[in-house]
């Protein structure tokens, strides 16, 4: 399986487009014992500046001054005053724009270990040391197509979660197959085990 990085221009798009499209994407990162950690996007939300939900709807502060930056860096925020959520840039600069990823599938771990904004951060060790980073190889950090993804199924578009404003729209994305994502959208069950989709082992990168 190839490793190299999402090209710039990936990013450099409407956030709603970029949260589409990372379905099935690896996230990838360098441990300190050089090893790599892995895992297959299931999940993402977009957020975009003349909306509501957006953190850079009202006002640009120091807060989320990178999200209003170059497309193609990590936002990280702590939310409720103890868990991190991972966000990549989008769109371009001087407007806020972003996709939370929400949910990953990693190969040999639990499949609930990263489903959910705060567990997906905690289980790939990204916190507020890492706002504003670059996403590449260089900096240990990146993100990479699947050839795998071609064998997923169904892509579920629905509503966010967790928020007050914004609710409406339709900016939620998730493997339907997947057993990480962190919520169905109503309706949908949890597909058993023996026909849900998993991140295949000797696929690492």
């Known amino acids: 399986m190839t490793i190299s990085p999402l090209p710039n221009c990936f990013y ?16 990838i990162k360098r441990q300190s014992n050089q090893r790599l950690l892995w895992g ?15 953190h850079g ?9 990178t999200l209003f930056g170059e497309p193609g860096r990590l936002y ?28 990953i599938a990693i190969p040999n771990e639990n499949e609930r270990i990263a489903s959910g904004p705060g567990l997906l951060a905690n289980r790939f060790g ?8 670059p996403i590449s190889i260089e900096n240990g950090i990146w993100l990479s197509q699947n050839p795998s993804a071609t064998n997923m199924h169904e892509i579920i578009q629905t509503t966010r979660i967790g928020i007050s404003k914004g609710k409406d ?5 998730y493997l ?5 994502v962190s919520k169905r959208s109503k309706g949908d069950r949890t597909p058993p085990r023996h026909l849900a989709w ?8």
């Open 57 to 65: 709807y009202k006002s640009r502060n120091s807060k989320n001054e």
């Open 12 to 27: 450099s798009r409407p956030a709603k487009v970029v949260a589409r499209d990372l379905i099935g994407c690896l996230l």
């Open 176 to 180: 339907k197959t997947s057993r990480s």
């Open 76 to 103: 990280v925020y702590l939310t409720y005053g103890i868990y991190h959520c991972v966000n990549i840039v989008t769109d371009k600069d001087d407007w806020a724009s972003g996709v939370l990823l929400r949910a």
């Open 126 to 133: 990204l916190n507020r040391s890492n706002d504003n980073c």
């Open 40 to 54: 297959v996007i299931v999940e993402t939300e977009a957020y975009s500046q003349e909306e509501e939900a957006c």
């Open 169 to 173: 729209l339709p900016w939620r994305w």
């Open 198 to 205: 998993t991140p295949t082992p000797h696929k690492a990168p």
